[in-house]
Each structure stands twice: as structure tokens, then as C-alpha cells.
């Protein structure tokens, strides 16, 4: 990105940071994510994501919510599977890291405006090569646009 299009992203006044209570990292919300999140495709992309108001988030926990849980968590996946060395898994996942951070204002919005929800979301990295960030920031905003969608029909 160059310098003009920082000083773009800045002047709107948003914060593009991203901080450890927006990283989906308890185990029990992982399981339940991928036992019973919906799916969408963007190839080289797919997207796993789950709604959850306040109780079931609770429920998730034996002692309650944890403190400073985010609204809006997301994890990122690349598998061995697909690229073998660690390296080129890393920059996958930097590169839809980096995606997501810049266009998921939008999102966090619409989550943050409901009341009483939780939005979990999974990334997973389908194709056997590395992919540029260009194509990675299209699909980025492809699928957080369908999600938007499918939250404005389900939330309304």
C-alpha cells in the first residue's frame, strides 16, 4: 500500500489495529464453530462463521465470558496440506490477516450496532499454491460483503 492510501485510510478516522480480543482462540469456541458454523466460498478462500447471542456464549464458558472478549473474533487457517513449508504457510496467513484487517470496518459495524451478538469467523486457505495479496484482498471483500448480506436477512 503506499503512502497516499494510508493517509486515506486515516483521515476517515477509523482505527485499522487489530488487538488479542479479536483473535478466536478458546478452544471450545473453535469446536463449536467448525461442529456447527455455516459456510461460504471464495475460492482460494473459505469462510466458516457462527452467530452466537450472550447465553450461548456463556454457556461456552465454565466461568463466564472471559474478560475483554470481542464482539467480532476470527482465527485464520492455512493447511500443511496445501503448502508444506512453513514459510509460505506464514505468508498466507499474513497476507488474509492483512485483508481482513483493512476491510472488516464494515462488518464490525453492522456486529457492533446489534445487541447481545457474537460473530465467529474461520478462514481457511484452499489453494495448493501461494496466492498474491491482490487476489486475496478481492475474495476478502467478496466474502465479508456476502456476510454481510446473510446478516442483514438473519439479524435484520
Given amino acids: 500500500m503506499n503512502e497516499i492510501e ?4 486515516s483521515v476517515e478516522g477509523v482505527r485499522f489495529t487489530m488487538g488479542k480480543s479479536e483473535k478466536l ?24 462463521w457462527r ?10 464458558f465454565r466461568t463466564g465470558l472471559p474478560p475483554r472478549l470481542g464482539r467480532l473474533q476470527m482465527m485464520i487457517t492455512v493447511p500443511k496440506k496445501k503448502l508444506r513449508h512453513a514459510v509460505d504457510r506464514v ?22 450496532d446489534r445487541d447481545n451478538i457474537y460473530l465467529e469467523l474461520a478462514f481457511i486457505y484452499l489453494h495448493k499454491d501461494e ?4 487476489t486475496i484482498e478481492k475474495k476478502m471483500k467478496r466474502l465479508l ?9 438473519i439479524v435484520g
Avoid: Q
Fill in 131 to 134: 496466492s498474491d495479496y491482490f
Fill in 91 to 112: 505468508l498466507m496467513r499474513r497476507r488474509i490477516r492483512e485483508a481482513y484487517r483493512l476491510n472488516r470496518i464494515p462488518l464490525l459495524h453492522s456486529v457492533l
Fill in 51 to 60: 452467530i452466537m447471542d450472550v447465553e450461548e456464549m456463556e454457556s461456552s
Fill in 145 to 153: 460483503s456476502k456476510l454481510e448480506d446473510k446478516l442483514k436477512n
Fill in 25 to 48: 482462540r478458546h478452544r471450545t469456541l473453535v469446536e463449536g464453530l467448525f461442529s456447527k458454523g455455516e459456510t461460504l466460498y471464495e475460492y482460494p478462500l473459505r469462510l466458516t
Fill in 6 to 9: 494510508m493517509e486515506e485510510k
